[in-house]
């Protein structure tokens, strides 16, 4: 039996890799659903290959291109976001790749969830934002999250085994980001073309600029404390700007336990999509000669102060993650339009959070009213 996927997002970094993986595992897989914000031109290309149920479009003005492109096919086109949430619950898709950017995984992951379809998780904004929420709905309808960051899947592949071993703590490596060792005053400068080159890897413009203020690295660990049903005292992170070593997990006998291989998002995407099994693949392998040295720092929280605010947002809980997320997505958009420095991303975040009222226990209504309001009053801020 070949597994159905939907994959959200399947014109991004991570949907093209899914596509590579997928290609290459013709007998195990079946393409189910494609959808895309509005890169229409790649979304029929992709269709016309992998010949899918039905796609959606978000971007309502490209639907009757995509329509008359795939018409022919008699794939079912449909568009608007909330076409994303209804296309998930088709009978034909065993597991949903979350692959689209920001808050606008959180609906569409819920809806897939209550449809009992299994989750390949790489939206981490949807467990920063209701972690709680969607873990707690995930067991309510026997649900797996198999988690796509890297570093997660580097932590799952250990626990293979130890379900029952308790974790003492894990250790999330962070590569450092483009700017790794540099200090405040040399950063006022930034430009857009130095914060988008990473050095390891190739990914969105979202999680890259994320990379650089090392948000990223916050955003992974409220998205592990969920995953893995951890304390905020459980999880730690480390420089690792290799980034061979994926992660780390150190059990209560001391032991520790880490995934290390060359970075490449495909493997993760494989594992989550194939799990139990470790299929085949031609992806380059590493070679010790090539890294006669791995290396480890703290990360420079003064500095990155993104990834201590993340922190706070874990410890105080309920809706102040939530409010980062959305207050650090409009700081990233107003830097990406050269409306704000590369530094003013964190004192933006910071700034949205001490404004907020935390509502501790919330429910999912307040996560979307909490979203809206920290969009709005992180763009207030800076355009008046
Ligand atoms: P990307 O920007 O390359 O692709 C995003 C995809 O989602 C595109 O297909 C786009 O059309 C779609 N999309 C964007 N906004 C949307 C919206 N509002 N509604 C509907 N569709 C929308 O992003 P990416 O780098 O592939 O990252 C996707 C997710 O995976 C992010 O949450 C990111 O943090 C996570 N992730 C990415 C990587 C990586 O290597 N790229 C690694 C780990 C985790
Ligand atoms: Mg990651």
Known sequence: MKRGIAILGSTGSIGTQALEVIAAHPDHFSVEVLTAQSNADLLIAQSQVFNPNAVVIADVSQYQKVKDALDPLDIKV???????????????????????????????????????KQIALANKETLVVAGQL??????????????????????????AGEWHNPIEK???????????GKKKEELTQITKAQALKHPNWSMGAK???????????????????????????QIETIVHPQSIIHSLVQFTDGSMKAQMGLPDMKLPIQYALGY?????????????????????????TDTFRCLSLAYDAMHVGGTLPCVMNAANEIAVSLFLNDEIRFLEIAELVEEVMQHHSVIAQPQIED????????????????RG
């Open 78 to 116: 449909f568009a608007g976001v909330d076409a994303l949430a209804q296309v998930v619950e088709l009978d034909s898709i065993d597991v949903v790749l979350t692959a689209l950017v920001g808050f606008a995984g959180l609906q569409p992951t819920i809806k897939a969830i209550e449809a009992k």
């Open 170 to 180: 894990i250790i999330l490596t962070a590569s450092g980001g483009p700017f790794r």
């Open 276 to 300: 139990p099994q470790r299929l085949p693949s031609d992806f380059p392998r590493f070679d010790f000669s090539q890294f006669p040295s791995l290396t480890f720092e703290k990360a420079d």
């Open 134 to 159: 969607v873990t707690q709905l995930a067991q309510q309808n026997g649900v797996n999250l198999y988690p796509v960051d890297s570093e997660h899947s580097a932590i799952f592949q250990c626990l």
């Open 207 to 233: 999680i890259t600029i994320d990379s650089a203020t090392l948000m990223n690295k916050g955003l992974e660990v409220i998205e592990a404390q969920w995953l893995f049903d951890l304390k905020p005292n």
């Open 367 to 382: 996560y979307f009213e909490t979203d809206s309001w920290a969009r709005e009053t992180a763009l207030h801020k800076i």
